[in-house]
């Protein structure tokens, strides 16, 4: 079994080689727009609807949840805040 190992760990792909494959595999299963400042809007778009999303559930989550979900959605606005300033 050592042998197997060994194999499978000498030819999988790098650090660097992963990151670019998982850059553009959620590039397009996000569908991202190709031009990087629209990329950006979109996310941080996306990220607001999260936090209402949280903002939401905490209201109506049992209260073991609720509280999660609503710390979720204040870091997360305060995240966008300290970032994406408008």
Known sequence: MGGVYRIMVASAPNDAELDAQLGAASEELLHLPSDPDEAV?????EARALTAAFA???????????WRCAK?????????ARYFTV
């Not at 809007?41 to 778009?45: A, D, G, L, R």
């Not at 559930?57 to 609720?66: D, T």
């Not at 979720?72 to 966008?80: G, Q, R, Y």
């Open 41 to 45: 809007v979109q996310t941080v778009m």
């Open 56 to 66: 939401h559930c905490a209201s109506r989550a049992r209260p073991q949840l609720a």
């Open 72 to 80: 979720a959605a204040d870091e997360i606005t305060a995240v966008l």
